[in-house]
């Protein structure tokens, strides 16, 4: 993972956490919307490539007590996405990262969690999607078509059921949620700077004058 620059709560599927290797239905994945797909046309195409972010990459989660760190939003990688949420009562951060790839049973072990590289990595799978720990980090990964959408926080920081509940609920954003997340494509306003040598008279030159033997 390279390094990277995180809304309303949802109703969440059962939190049933299933044993390696099986499949039950509540196993996090990527969701999307119709109304989300109709926006990669729109403000979130225009908003995403402004920031260099795919649009497709462009996912939003939230999770009780915790609020988007505006300042936290931006490009992974080429063009992937990254945000990351903060809990106001205890500052832990549960961070979102989409990025372009795969993983699988083969792969997984050689990914490390979060931007913790060299690190040994621990993979379990829960349904289609893989929880993850490694130097003291846990993750869930879930993959999606090209892409794989990953929630990641410290393990003592952050409970596994909560960093579940926030991969359940990743979901590609509507409008609202585009303009909370997302900053403007359109470009700040040039302001003049003014410059206080110049005079308010004449050709407008700079005032180079100063006393004798200066």
Request: proline letters at 10%; charged letters at 20%; a negative charge.
């Given at each position: 993972?390279?390094?990277?620059?995180?809304?309303?709560?949802?109703?969440?599927?059962?939190?049933?956490?299933?044993?390696?290797?099986?499949?039950?239905?509540?196993?996090?994945?990527?969701?999307?919307?119709?109304?989300?797909?109709?926006?990669?046309?729109?403000?979130?195409?225009?908003?995403?490539?402004?920031?260099?972010?795919?649009?497709?990459?462009?996912?939003?989660?939230?999770?009780?007590?915790?609020?988007?760190?505006?300042?936290?939003?931006?490009?992974?990688?080429?063009?992937?996405?990254?945000?990351?949420?903060?809990?106001?009562?205890?500052?832990?951060?549960?961070?979102?990262?989409?990025?372009?790839g795969t993983i699988t049973a083969e792969s997984c072990p050689g990914q490390p969690v979060g931007d913790m590289s060299g690190e040994h990595t621990t993979c379990a799978r829960e349904g289609d999607a893989w929880y993850r720990t490694g130097a003291g980090r846990h993750e869930y990964a879930l993959?999606?078509?090209?892409?794989?959408?990953?929630?990641?926080?410290?393990?003592?920081?952050?409970?596994?059921?909560?960093?579940?509940?926030?991969?359940?609920?990743?979901?590609?954003?509507?409008?609202?949620?585009?303009?909370?997340?997302?900053?403007?494509?359109?470009?700040?306003?040039?302001?003049?700077?003014?410059?206080?040598?110049?005079?308010?008279?004449?050709?407008?030159?700079?005032?180079?004058?100063?006393?004798?033997?200066?």
């Open positions: 993972m390279e390094h990277a620059r995180v809304l309303p709560v949802l109703l969440l599927a059962p939190l049933v956490l299933t044993a390696c290797g099986s499949e039950k239905a509540g196993d996090p994945r990527p969701s999307g919307s119709p109304s989300a797909a109709a926006l990669e046309s729109g403000e979130l195409a225009s908003r995403a490539r402004a920031m260099g972010v795919a649009p497709e990459l462009v996912y939003v989660t939230e999770a009780p007590g915790f609020t988007l760190a505006r300042q936290s939003v931006g490009v992974l990688g080429d063009d992937g996405f990254s945000a990351t949420w903060v809990d106001g009562g205890t500052g832990a951060l549960l961070r979102l990262a989409v990025d372009r993959p999606g078509d090209g892409h794989v959408v990953r929630l990641s926080a410290e393990q003592d920081a952050v409970p596994r059921d909560v960093l579940r509940a926030a991969a359940l609920a990743a979901h590609r954003p509507d409008a609202a949620e585009t303009d909370r997340l997302l900053p403007s494509a359109e470009p700040a306003p040039a302001t003049p700077v003014e410059r206080g040598d110049l005079p308010p008279f004449g050709d407008g030159a700079p005032d180079n004058h100063v006393d004798v033997g200066g």
